[in-house]
């Protein structure tokens, strides 16, 4: 019986060996900044769990027999800013998964609860970011027109920004070094966050992993409702030297490409770090630089339109109050304004409504708005209670979720 049990036991840990083999194949670690940082992250998170010396050379074990594996079936090796260091974080965070799983598989059962919740946080963001990899990849195929040439003209409106910025970027190489770093590290920052919350007892409005989580599975429906892929996909041979002239056309048939575009989800994500880190001024610096990044590279990439921007701020404010992140006193007001624009500029932007707004004064004031008005209503409805991260977690307020996720 004892044997059996044992087998069994070591078919689970080969089993999630395996499983992770086939991520890393399939989604291309080597090549593909989203997962390899994805599983950095899971790093951050297994060393908040102080592992001891045995725990961290198996770690390293696990991540050099995953990495030597991949490049032994010629997996996918993409230069791209940061790889060296993401490929290496990548393995790693493999390696680390591993360990935890293990942990899990064979802790006693009076640890089996920690074990279970310690995998699971590790797991948090490689499964949000594998999740909407393999989602985003399905969806390609589903929606072979996208809307870009109604966002692109709506873009026109502004000088098209995207255009400006990705030729500054190709002036300033330097520059687009930071933000493409600061962009592609994004499932890091987010882990990071993740580890001050759960494991270093930082009071934060809303538990980070449960509204990092919304964001992606919402954002992902809502891309099909207005499928966008970006100025770099729509125009390749052109973009950012050369601005094209718009197209004559709603929709357009693009060959398999992310439609990401509509709403921003790392301007989303990089804005939900800004809200909850502003507890201590030195967060809030290094959170407010993240975000001022990741906007210039969603632009000067060709990964996003201004439009794509103009939505996640009320996409934020509305899963932020979702989650209880506001005064419950403005919850119900904060959650259906944000919800009123984001879908209210979907319609605008999928039926053409948008481009209605009249060039110049009135499509700032629009922008504008889009950005104050949830601002301001975040700013209004905080949480009236704030704390610093010096204050101790009483066991009523520690910021665990019990399910197996995070």
């Known amino acids: 019986m004892a044997s059996s049990l044992d087998a069994y036991e070591r078919m689970q840990a080969l089993a999630i060996a395996l499983g992770l083999i086939l991520i890393a194949g399939l989604l291309k670690i080597g090549g593909a900044p989203y997962i390899a940082f994805a599983f950095g992250g899971a790093l951050i998170i297994f060393l908040g769990t102080k592992p001891g010396a045995r725990d961290m050379l198996k770690c390293v074990a696990f991540g050099c027999a995953f990495g030597f594996i991949y490049y032994l079936h010629r997996g996918v090796r993409i230069d791209y800013i940061g790889s060296t260091i993401g490929t290496l974080l990548g393995f790693l965070g493999m390696g680390a998964v591993q360990v935890l799983a293990n942990r899990w598989i064979w802790a006693s059962r009076a640890d089996k609860k920690q074990a279970v919740l310690n995998l699971g946080r590790a797991s948090a963001i490689p499964s ?38 990705g030729a500054l970027f190709h002036a300033h190489p330097w520059l687009f070094f930071t933000c493409g770093f600061v962009y592609n590290t994004l499932p890091l920052a987010l882990s990071v966050c993740l580890a001050l919350q759960w494991q270093h007892g930082v009071k934060l409005p809303v538990d980070m992993g449960l509204a ?13 409702f207005c499928p966008v892929s970006g100025p770099a996909y729509l125009f390749p041979n052109d973009f950012p030297l050369r601005l094209p002239h718009v197209l004559n056309v709603t929709r357009i048939a693009l060959p398999p490409s992310p439609r990401n575009g509509m709403p921003s989800l790392h301007v989303a994500w990089a804005l939900l770090l800004l809200w909850n880190l502003r507890v201590r001024r030195g967060l809030l610096i290094a959170a407010t630089f993240f975000l001022a990044c990741t906007v210039l590279a969603t632009l000067g990439s060709g990964e996003h339109y201004l439009a794509d921007l103009v939505v996640s701020p009320a996409l934020v404010l509305a899963i932020q109050s979702a989650c209880g992140g506001v005064a419950s006193a403005l919850r119900r007001l904060s959650f259906g304004v944000g919800s009123a624009m984001t879908v209210g500029w979907l319609i605008a932007f999928r039926t053409g409504a948008a481009q209605w707004i009249p060039a110049g004064q009135a499509t700032w004031v629009a922008l504008g708005l889009s950005v104050l008005v949830p601002a301001a209503i975040a700013w209004r409805a905080s949480l009236p209670r704030q704390t610093s991260l010096l204050d101790p977690v009483s066991p009523c307020e520690t910021p665990e979720v019990a399910s197996g996720v995070v």
Not at 152 to 161: E, I, L, R, S
Not at 212 to 224: E, K, N, P, T, V
């Open 128 to 165: 949000l970011c594998v999740g909407s990899m393999l989602a985003v990849g399905i969806a390609a195929q589903l929606t072979p027109e996208t809307y870009d040439p109604l966002i692109f003209a709506f873009d026109g409106k502004f000088g098209w920004p995207s255009w400006t910025l």
């Open 212 to 224: 990092a989580l919304s964001i992606g599975a919402i954002g992902f429906l809502l891309y099909q």
